[in-house]
Nanobody, 118 residues
Framework: QVQLTESGGGLVQPGGSLRLSCAASGSIFSSYTTVWYRRAPGKQRELVASISRGGFTNYADSVKGRFTISRDNAKNTVYLQMNSLKLEDTAVYYC????????????WGQGTQVTVSS
């Protein structure tokens, strides 16, 4: 199956920016909706942003206006541009693709840690 690998996380100050990348081992992003998730310690996994195969995007209310999801099908990569970062954005960020019925398509990567701290 398709392996997903997240990268681009790091330690940033409040108000800073990061660009996360989600690379797939196969060309799946053009066929499915792709989703960025995050999980903070002691909290459930949260859907952050998604992009459909047609390019339609959705965002959690908590990140709308600050985060932008995009895709480069030729590179088998989905991106998450994160601006105006807040302390509450601290989490491990994961990506995956889902079918129309909600089933996960790819193999989970290790995620990438985003830490927002002054």
């Amino acid at each position: 199956q398709v392996q997903l690998t997240e990268s681009g996380g790091g330690l940033v100050q409040p108000g800073g920016s990061l660009r996360l990348s989600c690379a797939a081992s196969g060309s799946i992003f053009s066929s499915y909706t792709t989703v960025w998730y995050r999980r903070a310690p002691g909290k459930q996994r949260e859907l952050v942003a998604s992009i459909s195969r047609g390019g339609f995007t959705n965002y959690a209310d908590s990140v709308k206006g600050r985060f932008t999801i995009s895709r480069d099908n030729a590179k088998n990569t989905v991106y998450l541009q994160m601006n105006s970062l807040k302390l509450e954005d601290t989490a491990v960020y994961y990506c995956n693709s889902v079918t129309s019925s909600g089933s996960l398509v790819g193999i989970w990567g290790q995620g990438t840690q985003v830490t927002v701290s002054s």
